[in-house]
Structures are given as C-alpha cells and as structure tokens.
C-alpha cells in the first residue's frame, strides 16, 4: 500500500483520484494484464476480463465526475498538470483495455473524462492527454514510488531508464544551448562541448543497459499497449512517445545536423509541440532561431590555424558522434528488437495503433531510419544531410 500523501494544496476530489490511480487502478490493470498474458494469442483483449474492466470504467468515472462540478481550481500549472495526467492514465487504461477504440467510435464514449481533459489541456497550454512528461520528469513519487499503469517490473525498468536518459539528453542540450552567445572560439565553449558529449555517452549507456535488461514481450504486450492513441472527445490524439522532450531537436539543431529548414525534419518536429509542456514548447522554438555550432565552426575556417580550432572542432565532432552512435543505438538496439520484430509475429488485424504517432509501421521506420542517418551525417542522396560539411570539417584539422 503506497503512503499516498497529496501535495499540500491539493483539494480532496483531486488526492481521491490520485490515490486511486497510485493503488487500485495499478492492480485492475495488472489483474487485466495477466488474464491477457494466460491466453494463447495475448493481442486478443476484446471480451476479456469484462467484469474487472467494469469496475475500472465505474471506478474512475465515479471519481472524475465531482472534480468536473469542481472547475479548475487553479492550483498552478504543477497541479494542474499531474491531474491532466491522472485522467489522461484512466483514459489511456481504457484504450488500452479497448473499453474504448478510436476506429470504432467517432466521439469518446468517456464523455466526463474527456470533459475534464479538453479543460485543463486548453488551461495548460498542452494536449489534452496524457504525455511522455507524465510518466517522465512530472511524475511525482511518494514515497519512493510513482505512477505506474501496472506493477510489471518492466514498465517500471523502461520508465526508469527512459527518465534517467531524457535528463542526459537535456543535459547536453543545455550545455550546448549555452554556446551561441559566447561564440565557438570561446575558451569555455571547450567546457561545454565536453559535457555536451558526456551527457550523450551516458544516455547512449542508458539505453543501452534498456536493451539488454527489458523483456520483449513483457514490454511489447504489457507496457506499449498503454501509450496508444485515443480520442479524447471528438479527436483522436497519437500516442506518449519517450521522445517527447525537446532535448533531442534542440541538439539536433544546435549542432547543425538537421536543419529547421529542411522540411521533412521541421514536420516531424513542430508536430512534437502539443505533446510538451509549455517549458519544453519555449525551450524548442529557441532552437529553431539559434544558429549551429557546425556553420559558426565553418564560418571561421580561416582561423584553422589558431591553437582553439583543432581542439574546439575536435570536441565537436565528438558530440556529434556520441549523438549520432546513441541515434543508431535506438533504432538497432530498441526499435527494431522491442516494436519491429514482435509486430512481425502478431496476426495483422492487431496492428493498428502498435505506434505513437499511428502511421503503418514500414513508414515509420523508414522515417526513423532518415532521422538516424541525419545525426550520422550518413551520405545520403535523397535526403539533407551534413556529410560533405562534416567532411570538410574533419579535413581542416587533419
Ligand atoms: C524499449 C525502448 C524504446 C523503444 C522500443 C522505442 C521506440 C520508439 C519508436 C517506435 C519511436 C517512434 C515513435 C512513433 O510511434 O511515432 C520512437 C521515437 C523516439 N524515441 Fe524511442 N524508444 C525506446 C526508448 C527511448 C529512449 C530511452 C529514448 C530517449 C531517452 C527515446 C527517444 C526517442 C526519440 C527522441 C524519438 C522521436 C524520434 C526521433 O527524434 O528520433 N526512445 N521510439
């Protein structure tokens, strides 16, 4: 039994679904999650466990609707947002127990859920679901434990992992962020791409520690089917993904190995922004004004021969490759294991919804795939990337 204190400010409607969600919601899933796990085709949900999927759509509706009479009690955005993510887990628990299923349904049959979600996503400034920062950098712990949607020991090994990763790439992203200003040639721009490349080797070691220690299928079939897409009212909302920070594209863009002008990459990206909080969504349209580290290095190649260039450049080139081998890592190392290869094994009728974003799953990869070999500087015909510059680079210190 989790000691669930509520913050000092919050009103007891609101510390009553949050103590649902921290204790008996987790157990209705997990109860859900092993009658799925006993049977011979585990995609199969549908007709299932109808009594314990009763009680989770009563329970939850029966908490949610008092906290609708109450209206937004505005508590600040901290508060406001952890409540965005209690209802946000009820209805995501639903899709996941397909209670509720976008291709069905042309409105969401959790009308009060959805009430209340469309009211603090538009006071906030966000989707109105839940997001990655829910289960990332807001979730608050009491004592010792945060929320979960189950007790599976590989969801809280991926959340664990996803957290201490998404903290690395902000790390880097901040140090770099912290370079136009004094230019390329300053003496602690040295610094910075130090701790820029650090940061990035130890979110690379983080996911790959993920790889080696989460289960396939446990993660497949238990913890991926909670961050599908759903309908919140009329419209439906793509999925959590542990992308959603800004870290990743602010690093993308600082160091100049995918450009705010190239705009298969700003499709990708601006379509992030309702997924972020507000902080995040600030921090990630400062990106696309700052100029690159690799066009400031370019630009001044008629200092080669100054002692800070070598040095500085080779930093650089370090953190673009400790951000382009972490990029490979992903793809090779967790998307193709955890989301190719078991999709490959399930009947096809089961696939929908398998993404966050929702597009056919060769599509995605194929796109993933282009992301990757940006931060490679791969030599690509079909798409921009930063090879030949980065030749060029190299060459000057050579
Ligand atoms: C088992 C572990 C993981 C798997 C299977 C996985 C899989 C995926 C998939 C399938 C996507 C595409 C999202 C979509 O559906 O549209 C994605 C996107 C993304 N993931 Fe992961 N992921 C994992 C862990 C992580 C971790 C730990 C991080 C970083 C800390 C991360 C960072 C990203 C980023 C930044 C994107 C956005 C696309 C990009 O910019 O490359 N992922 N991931």
């Not at 189950?150 to 140090?175: Q, S, V």
């Not at 600082?254 to 601006?270: A, E, K, R």
Request: charged share 25%; with cysteine; hydrophobic share 40%.
């Amino acid at each position: 039994m989790i000691d669930a204190q509520p913050h000092s400010s919050t009103t007891p409607r609101v510390a009553a679904l949050d103590q649902w969600i921290r204790t008996r919601f987790v157990d209705l899933n997990t109860r859900l999650e092993d009658l799925y796990a006993a049977r011979p085709n585990r995609s199969q949900v549908d007709g299932v466990g109808d009594d314990v999927k009763a009680q989770l759509l009563e329970e939850g509706r029966d908490l949610i609707v008092p906290l609708i009479e109450e209206g937004n009690t505005d508590e600040g955005f901290d508060r406001a947002f952890e409540l965005l993510g209690n209802v946000g887990y009820y209805m995501a628990a639903c899709r996941r127990h397909e209670i509720t299923e976008p291709s069905r349904e042309r409105t969401s049959p959790l009308v009060e859920a959805s009430t209340l979600a469309l009211h603090l996503g538009a006071s906030l400034g966000t989707a109105p679901r839940f997001v990655t920062s829910h289960m990332e950098t807001y979730n608050r712990a009491v004592n010792g434990v945060y929320r979960t949607f189950t007790h599976a020991p590989a969801e809280k090994l991926f959340l664990d992992h996803n957290t201490r990763g998404a903290f690395a790439y902000m790390r880097a992203a901040d140090a770099l962020g912290r370079i136009h200003p004094m230019g390329v040639s300053h003496p602690a721009t040295l610094d910075l791409l130090v701790h820029a490349r650090d940061a990035l080797r130890d979110a690379h070691e983080m996911n790959i520690e993920l790889g080696q220690k989460l289960d396939v299928d446990d993660f497949f079939f238990r913890v991926r089917p909670y961050y599908k897409p759903y309908r919140v009212g009329s419209q439906e909302y793509r999925g959590a993904n542990a992308g959603d920070f800004a870290a990743f594209n602010q690093i993308d863009m600082l160091l100049g190995l995918c450009s705010p002008t190239d705009p298969s990459y700003s499709q990708i990206v601006v379509e992030k922004f309702p997924y972020l909080t507000p902080d995040e969504q600030r921090r990630l349209h400062e990106s696309f004004r700052h100029p690159s580290v690799l066009d400031a290095l370019l630009a001044q190649s008629e200092h080669a021969d100054e002692p800070w260039f070598p040095t500085h450049t080779a930093a650089f080139l370090e953190v673009c490759e400790a951000h382009g081998r972490a990029a490979e890592h992903h793809h090779e190392g967790l998307v193709v294991p955890f989301i190719k290869r078991p999709s490959e094994q399930i009947p096809e009728e089961h696939l929908a919804g398998i993404t966050a974003s929702g597009p056919p799953l060769d599509l995605l990869l194929r796109s993933l795939r282009g992301l990757v070999d940006r931060r490679l500087a791969a030599e690509r015909d079909d798409l921009p990337t930063r090879h030949d510059d980065i030749a060029t680079l190299r060459g000057l210190i050579t």
